[in-house]
């Protein structure tokens, strides 16, 4: 109740410092540095299966869904994909 009583007895005194707190806060606001594209280091999980004996097109139709499926399951899996470029060996 301290600074109602305060505030009727100096309104100045009130609006003096309310304007000192908003000029500091843009202030504050204006040398505060902003990164519209933060650094996010997410991590990435690869799962690689070998099958010997198996052509590229082998390996890709039969087992690929089933592997896909069991991988989705999971809570926290984004996107869920497949890139042979990027594996050894994968011409």
Same mark, same amino acid.
């Given at each position: +109740?301290?600074?109602v009583? !305060? %505030?009727? $007895?100096q309104?100045?005194?009130i609006a003096?410092?309310?304007f000192v707190l +908003?000029l500091?806060?843009? !202030? %504050?606001? $204006?040398s505060m540095?902003?990164d519209?594209?933060p ?5 990435v999980?690869?799962v690689?299966w070998?099958?010997?004996?198996f052509?590229?097109q ?5 087992h690929?869904?089933?592997q ?6 999971r809570?926290?899996?984004?996107s ?6 990027r594996f050894?060996?994968?011409?």
């Amino acid at each position: +109740m301290w600074i109602v009583r !305060l %505030a009727l $007895r100096q309104p100045y005194t009130i609006a003096v410092m309310s304007f000192v707190l +908003m000029l500091m806060g843009w !202030l %504050a606001m $204006r040398s505060m540095p902003v990164d519209i594209f933060p650094v996010i280091d997410i991590p990435v999980v690869a799962v690689v299966w070998n099958y010997n004996g198996f052509s590229a097109q082998d390996m890709e139709k039969p087992h690929r869904p089933g592997q896909r499926a069991a991988i989705s399951r999971r809570p926290s899996t984004a996107s869920p994909g497949s890139n042979p470029s990027r594996f050894p060996g994968s011409g």
